[in-house]
Nanobody
Framework: QVQLVEYGGGLVQAGGSLRLSCVAS????????MSWYRQAPGKERELVAS???????NYTDSVKGRLAISRDNAKKTMYLQMNSLNAEDTAVYYC????????WGQGTQVTVSS
């Protein structure tokens, strides 16, 4: 079992920055990769970014240059640094594990005011 808890969501002004955290616990040695998803009102949940155990990253085109995924293995924590935020970034953000089983956190709300 893997448990995931997201932190860091909140209200931020357009153009501002925010950093999300996802703390993992449990049987995490078998996790191949982790990712951030988001779901905005009226939209499907979408993949934002992913990172594997050696730090290789991938991003969806809409966030390249503004959002950055990283991790601290010692702290068992994954981060999403969010810069130049705009209203379209408003969503519930979820962290997720990839392989052998998939787990999800509870989500954290990010609201960007304009």
């Amino acid at each position: 079992q893997v448990q995931l808890v997201e932190y860091g969501g909140g209200l931020v002004q357009a153009g501002g920055s925010l950093r999300l955290s996802c703390v993992a616990s449990g049987s995490i040695l078998s996790i191949a990769a982790m990712s951030w998803y988001r779901q905005a009102p009226g939209k499907e949940r979408e993949l934002v970014a992913s990172i594997n155990r050696v730090g290789s990253t991938n991003y969806t085109d809409s966030v390249k240059g503004r959002l950055a995924i990283s991790r601290d293995n010692a702290k068992k924590t994954m981060y999403l640094q969010m810069n130049s935020l705009n209203a379209e970034d408003t969503a519930v953000y979820y962290c997720n594990t990839i392989g052998p089983s998939n787990y999800w956190g509870q989500g954290t709300q990010v609201t960007v005011s304009s």
